[in-house]
Structure formats: C-alpha cells, structure tokens
C-alpha cells in the first residue's frame, strides 16, 4: 500500500478506498507484463494478488451490488484456472516442509527416496505450469484485468465514512471468528480450509487500517500472516497426501509419506489454535469500537 492510496483520518474514506481498489488492479498487471519474473513466480505472485483483490471486492460487496459481485466471481474462476499450476509447487513446499521437520525422527524417509520424491513434483511442477500458463490464461487475466480497472474508476464510493469501513471489516472477523474449531482435536481439512479462506480476508482487509493503527496494526496483521500460513502449510500437506493416493505420481510412498504428513498437520493444528485464539478473542462488537476509537484518536491529533 503507498502513501499516497492510504486511509488517512480526517480526508474522504470513500475516495480513498476506490484509489486503492485500483492499486490492487494494478498491482495484479504489473505482475502479469513484468518480463523479470519467470511463470513459477508469476503464478504465485498473480494467485496472491487475485486473493487480495477478492478480499477487497467481498468487504464492499454491500456497496457495489451485482458488478461487484461480478467481478468476484470472475477472479475467482480465473484464480482456480491457475490453483492446477501451483498444486505441484504447493505439494514440494509441503514435502520439504515435513521432510525437515521429521529429520530426526523414526519416520523420516531415507535419503533415496527423498530424492526420488522431489525430482518427480519438480517434473509435475514444470509439466503444470506448461499446460496452464498459456497465452490464452494470461490474455485472460489482462481481459480481466482491463476490466476491473474501468469499472472501479466508475464505481460512486464517496459517501462511505468510517463507520461504514468499521462494519465491514466486523463483518469479516466476526465471519472467521465464526470459523474457529469447536475441539481442535477433531478438526477436519474443509473446516480448516474454511477458515483459512476467512483469514486471508482478514488479514488483507486489515491492511486498509495500518496507516490509522501504525504499530499494533503491523502486529495484528502479522500474526494474522502466521495463522494464514500455518492454515496453508496444512492446506499444502493435504496436497502432498492426494499425490500419494491410488494411481497418483506418489503412490509407491504412500505408507511412508502418511505418517510425516500427519505428523507435521499435528504441528501446525496446535499453532493455529494458539493464534486462533488470541486474535480474535474479543467479541465483534468490541473489535469494531476499538476500530473506530482509534480513528476517532487519529483524527483529533
């Protein structure tokens, strides 16, 4: 976020939350038309800003009525066109990510297989990007893309204040506050997954605030980063398992990737529950008067 898009108490929230909504956009072409990053970081890099994006489209969803809601869906189609791309990616961070946790333990795979395993997701990987990172995926997004940034220059955000941010930034915590395991020791994937999904909103939207909350908003939104990416390590370990399932490249280690794989999602489980509960310990309503307290505090200085 620049300086010069950023909410800054006592000017117009309205016009500055459009400015930023077209710096996501342009963030997301700058990406993609940027000759120094080769298609692995491209995809990841584009997927990471399609999020952001979706982030900033779902808060004001209230205020932009069906093309917004368009738009949404839109990113999100082309997002998933490009999850494929980045499966085998995600299975070699998880793999490597298990591997070095569980060096030291009974269940760690011989240095073979090792070998083995990561030379055929590198292959994987390269044969993805191939077939989905093509000219017809990219001259999609830069459709896409144009679009987007049109009809945000014709979006009328100007009579939204503060108070109206404050709702929509509660609505999203008190969306993923909803989220959390009942018994973390029971927790499923798709529970896990739907949380995760309500986290990178958060911490996303969260970002809009920095500039009013300086040092405290940095923190929450780092720790908020840490419970993201404790939920996607597991989320990738669930990848690495599917590839070692019935008739998949991995099948052959199937028994001995299992209890890595479980071991480490064991790992991350407890993390996540400990960042869980401290960040959204308090109820919405307090959360959003803390919003507004701040604001108030800024603008009066």
Not at 15 to 34: K, S, Y
Not at 83 to 110: G, M, W
């Amino acid at each position: 976020m620049s300086a010069s898009t950023a909410l800054k108490p006592g000017e117009p929230v309205g016009a500055a939350l459009r400015d930023l909504a077209a710096a996501a956009v342009a963030e997301a072409r700058q990406i993609l038309t940027d000759p120094a990053r080769d298609s692995t970081t491209k995809v990841h890099d584009i997927r990471r800003a399609l999020k952001r994006w979706r982030a900033f489209l779902r808060m004001l969803a209230p205020h932009l009525g069906e093309t917004g809601q368009a738009l949404r869906f839109q990113a999100r189609d082309l997002a998933r066109r490009l999850t494929v791309a980045r499966d085998a990616q995600s299975a070699i961070d998880a793999f490597q990510d298990a591997t070095e946790a569980c060096h030291d333990l009974p269940i760690a795979l011989p240095a073979r297989s090792l070998v083995t395993i990561r030379s055929r997701l590198d292959a994987l990987r390269v044969e993805n990007e191939r077939n989905i990172w093509t000219d017809d995926i990219q001259q999609g997004l830069s459709d896409y893309l144009t679009a987007a940034a049109w009809q945000v220059s014709q979006w009328n955000l100007d009579p939204l204040t503060f108070a109206d941010l404050a709702d929509m930034l509660t609505t999203t915590y008190r969306r993923a506050r909803r989220c959390i395991p009942r018994n973390w020791n029971e927790v499923d994937g798709e529970d896990l997954h739907e949380l995760r999904r309500r986290v990178v909103e958060h911490r996303y939207q969260m970002e809009l605030i920095e500039p009013v909350w300086p040092r405290l908003g940095r923190l929450w939104v780092d720790e908020t980063q840490r419970l993201r990416t404790r939920l996607g390590k597991y989320q990738d370990l669930e990848m690495l398992a599917a590839k070692a399932g019935p008739h998949q490249p991995l099948a052959h280690w199937r028994s001995k990737l299992a209890p890595i794989v479980a071991h480490r999602q064991a790992d991350h489980v407890q993390a996540a529950r400990r960042l869980a509960i401290r960040l959204f310990a308090e109820p919405p309503k307090v959360f959003r008067r803390r919003l507004e307290a701040l604001w108030d505090a800024q603008a009066d200085d």
